[in-house]
């Protein structure tokens, strides 16, 4: 037996080994705490969902090298419960994260404690915007923000057509901090918050019935719940209880809700919000384990109502979170084993927290932590989950949910998910709804007050009688009763008439007072029909009056569509301008005309001398000679005292219809001439807007109109404008001269103008542009886009115009010339009203130039050919014009017969002539013949039409044979 003795060296090394191997085998055990209210909904889904997320992750990864050990504390909702357990878990169990707390009240307190402490909080409840990673450095939120969310209601107000949404909201931090993104958004988006509700957590259920009554009364019908679970099941409940659950009514609960549907019971046709949640094998694997799991930790509970909503996705993936950044720590990191190192007070001392060693490396690892979770990819963005998208639910009975479309932050409202392909279409579309009351026609978000109150509307009381037309009010002493026309108000009341709905209205008189103060009284009086001043007679829903829209006066309220344009104009006293003027005989022509008249009698004469030139002595001579035989036969024919007989037939053509022109043009000019030094001229004494200004004439303007700032912006004297409470002022002051002109709205002076027109017009056009007459009403009401769009049905329909012509009378009543400058006033011609004449007669002259041109060339085409032949081009010209200068004796014009009717003669000069022949007008119409030893013969001589010019051309002839033509041929 001594042979079996064990070895006790061996012994020790071999129990060594398994101590080692076990040490190693030995995962790490990371304490994290878990504060949750254990009695609350979410409560009770957290205590199922995170142990069941970390039994999940370590079957995944059975080989973890760390183990999460969760201690359970139970805050019931209170923030000192949860802060004395956070700094419980810290001190003295050595906690290296906590989950939760459940609430962001808790969850703010805590945040602070762990920050100090360095240790992670990582929430997967704490949904108000109150609380953020920003504010402790040591703070993560697993869970969507309340923030975001706002976005989507914006939309759906947008897409649906509400102007105005009411939040219903739980009064602290989670309600509280929500509410301001909301507005941001919604204004972003056209809508307005015109009121808010805000109840205690602890509201009864008599208060939070009486607060859905008063808000029955009132005119909206769209509303924003985000509340916690029990207070918004008796906000919905006493909400049908109320009738506010019927048709016409408009419910949107938030995320936090429509993850608890189960909890609240809401009715048929509410709108929820819930984070996208992508349908996979794995989540309905773990929803179905969910559902048994929940039901038997909690016997009690609904079956039906046991859905894992998002606190169960965001609470799993937040549990698998932990357990994963847990791998990265170390032994070294989770020493000591329990408690805060360098702490310097006991337990209980907030201030004298110590610090937690592994508390960064464990923060880091969980920010930078990223996996597919339940809901979708889990990725922490500065700390928060980052949103993808949400889902845009209808409520149907008994609590099932059905999806109508999703929204995200670039795409906005969308029916199918992914934008691409045959969904881009929907975009911007939702499906068909379920409202509440079983309605499918989507609510317009408000109706008429309940109270059968009617819309106070200010009408100005003390208007002129000069513009009753435009709009006036009465009130009889007797009745009290007042009554109301003009035409604003009928405009007014024809606008109302086509709204889809019923207006009552009742007019109120406004007291002579400023346009800009009732403005302003308006934008003060919107909103108190609740309130106990509502009878104040200085509250105002609306102003019917005729009042301009301008930038300062859009500040205080929001005006409809302009239902009348104007503009600023000016009114001076017309003046007879009847032999004032010095050159008025240049009047009747306008100077284009004058100026293509003197062109065309210039071109007409040169047409004529170029068809006579040839033929006809009387278009021949010097130079200067021919100029003026030119300009005279031209401008001669104004009175047709032309001398000049014309032979050729081409030249009497030209003529015959340049006669035709001038006999109309004098015409034209006689009758105008006449119209202006026998017919009155009226004009206005200030021609324009600039005249105006230069001159030192007063002005008068319209009392309490905004007239006086918008003249003195513009840079015009105030000392020399004069306010005037009626139109018959006006008319005594201008013809008095105590004003030069009246500058007032087009609507005004058309008033004035349809009274005496016969002594003043509109002159200088525009000075400029306004906005028009519009209503008022208080920012933001709802009537505002319906009366505009109202205003445009009865623009484009023949009503207004029969409203316009019953006020303002015809827009042609007599006034119109006037206006334009005089009843009698002649305008000067134009060129426009000639150039048909014009053309003819220029054609005509051009084709007789042209077909005596063409004769020419072909009658002397033997000459011509040479001359083109010639080097120099000033040569050929200067030849060309000698050859064209010369008489054409194949004329029958120079044809001269003798005694027996002898042929036509050589033309030579008569030098030897004792009559003196230099002067050209002398012409000689007989035959000299005689004999010359010279010429070895007889030699007819012709004395010439002009002695001068024969001579001339019978010595260019001899000197250039070239260019002899016919005056160097015998005939």
């Excluded at 349908?279 to 694997?285: A, I």
């Excluded at 109508?404 to 934008?419: A, C, V």
């Excluded at 230099?918 to 002009?946: D, F, K, R």
């Amino acid at each position: 037996m001594a042979g079996h003795t064990v070895n006790p060296l061996f012994l020790l090394l071999f129990l060594g080994c398994l101590l080692f191997a076990a040490a190693v085998a030995q995962p790490l055990t990371v304490t994290v705490g878990l504060i949750i209210d254990g009695g609350s909904p979410v409560g009770k889904i957290a205590n199922t969902t995170i142990p069941m997320a970390l039994d999940d992750f370590y079957a995944a990864f059975p080989g973890s090298p760390a183990r999460v050990r969760l201690l359970h504390r139970d805050s019931r909702g209170d923030v000192v419960a949860a802060a004395s357990a956070a700094l419980e878990l810290m001190e003295t169990r050595g906690v290296r994260a906590i989950l939760g707390p459940q609430s962001s009240v808790e969850s703010a307190f805590v945040a602070d404690l762990a920050t100090r402490a360095e240790v992670p909080v990582v929430s997967f409840s704490a949904t108000s915007p109150s609380v953020s990673p920003g504010d402790g450095r040591f703070f993560a939120r697993a869970a969507l923000s309340d923030a975001p969310q706002t976005g989507a209601i914006a939309a759906l107000a947008r897409h649906f057509g509400w102007r105005r949404v009411v939040p219903i909201y739980q009064d602290d931090d989670y309600g509280a901090a929500f509410v301001p993104f909301l507005v941001d958004a919604l204004t972003a988006e056209g809508s307005e918050v015109p009121y808010r509700c805000a109840l205690p957590a602890g509201a009864s259920t008599d208060a939070v019935a009486a607060a859905m009554y008063r808000m029955e009364s009132l005119q909206t019908r769209a509303f924003v719940v985000h509340t916690r679970p029990d207070l918004a099941e008796r906000v919905l409940a006493a909400a049908e209880a109320a009738g506010m659950m019927g048709e016409g009514f408009a419910w949107v609960i938030t995320d936090g809700l429509t993850g608890l549907l189960g909890s609240i019971n809401a009715p048929q046709g509410v709108i929820g919000l819930a984070p996208y949640v992508p349908t996979t094998p794995r989540l309905r694997d773990v929803r179905r384990r969910w559902v048994r799991r929940f039901m038997s930790e909690h016997p009690g509970a609904d079956s039906e109502h046991a859905e894992m909503g998002s606190y169960a996705v965001w609470a799993y993936d937040a549990a698998w979170a932990i357990a994963s950044a847990a791998e990265h720590l170390t032994a070294g990191d989770l020493s000591p084993p329990g408690g805060l190192v360098e702490g310097k007070g006991g337990p209980t001392d907030i201030a004298g927290l110590g610090k937690s060693r592994s508390g960064k490396k464990f923060l880091e690892a969980i920010t930078k932590t990223t996996f597919e979770g339940l809901g979708g990819r889990f990725e922490l963005v500065d700390g928060e989950l980052a949103v993808h998208a949400f889902r845009v639910l209808n409520i149907m009975d008994k609590g099932k949910e059905r999806s109508i479309g999703f929204w995200t932050k670039n795409g906005g409202l969308t029916r199918h998910l992914g934008g691409g392909g045959a969904n881009a279409s929907s975009n911007g579309e939702l499906a068909p709804v379920i409202w509440p009351g079983e309605s499918t026609v989507v609510p317009r978000g408000w109706v008429l007050p309940t109270s059968a109150r009617r819309l106070r509307v200010a009408v100005p009381g003390s208007v002129n009688p000069g513009y009753r037309p435009i709009v006036h009010l009465d009130v009889d002493a007797a009745t009290n009763r007042t009554t109301a026309g003009g035409f604003v108000v009928e405009v007014f009341e024809a606008a109302v008439r086509l709204l889809p709905y019923a207006l009552p209205v009742e007019y109120v008189k406004a007291e002579s007072m400023p346009y800009d103060k009732l403005v302003q009284m308006v934008g003060n009086g919107f909103g108190k029909w609740d309130e106990e001043a509502v009878g104040d007679a200085l509250t105002f829903d609306a102003a019917v009056a005729d009042m301009t829209i301008t930038a300062a006066r859009s500040s205080h309220v929001d005006f409809t569509l302009p239902f009348m344009a104007s503009g600023i104009a000016m009114v001076a006293p017309l003046q007879d301008h009847r032999g004032k003027r010095t050159w008025v005989f240049l009047k009747p022509l306008r100077y284009d005309l004058w100026i293509a008249s003197a062109a065309f009698f210039f071109f007409t004469g040169f047409a004529v001398w170029f068809v006579e030139h040839r033929d006809n002595d009387d278009f021949r001579g010097p130079p200067w000679h021919q100029l003026g035989t030119l300009l005279y036969f031209g401008f001669s024919t104004l009175v047709f005292a032309h001398r000049e007989d014309l032979r050729n037939n081409l030249s009497r053509f030209a003529a015959v219809v340049w006669f035709f022109f001038v006999l109309i043009l004098q015409s034209s000019y006689t009758a105008s001439l006449t119209s202006m030094l026998t017919v009155p001229q009226l004009e206005p004494s200030i021609a324009d807007y600039a005249a105006m200004w230069r001159g030192a004439e007063r002005v008068g303007i319209m009392n309490n109109s905004f007239m006086r700032d918008a003249m003195t912006r513009s840079g015009f004297p105030p000392a020399r404008l004069v306010p005037y409470k009626a139109a018959q002022s006006f008319h005594e002051a201008l013809l008095n001269g105590t004003i030069g002109a009246v500058v007032d709205e087009t609507p005004y002076l058309r008033i004035f103008l349809k009274s005496y027109c016969d002594r003043f017009a509109m002159t200088g056009g525009q000075l400029n542009k306004t906005g028009g007459f519009g209503f008022a009403f208080p920012k933001g009401s709802p009537y505002v886009a319906d009366l505009s769009r109202a205003i445009l049905a009865l623009t484009e329909s023949e009503e207004m115009n029969l409203i316009e012509r019953k006020w303002f009378g015809e827009s042609d009543n007599g006034c119109a010339a006037t206006q334009a400058g005089g009843p009698f006033t002649s305008d000067s011609l134009s060129f426009g009203s000639f150039w048909g004449l014009f053309l003819i007669t220029g054609a005509t002259s051009l084709l007789c130039c042209a077909v005596h041109l063409a004769t020419f060339v072909a009658s002397n085409r033997q000459h011509i050919l040479p001359i083109a032949s010639h080097p120099s081009w000033k040569g050929m010209i200067r030849r060309l014009a000698k050859l064209y200068d010369g008489r054409d004796l194949s004329a029958h014009t120079f044809r001269a017969k003798g005694g027996g009717g002898a042929s036509p003669s050589v033309l030579h000069d008569a030098a030897g002539s004792p009559i003196s022949l230099s002067n050209h007008t002398y012409v000689s119409n007989w035959s000299l013949q005689t004999s010359s030893p010279m010429a070895g013969g007889e030699i007819e001589l012709a004395a010439t039409a002009a002695g001068g010019e024969a001579d001339e051309e019978a010595t260019t002839a001899a000197r250039d044979p070239d260019v002899s033509g016919e005056n160097g041929r015998g005939q």
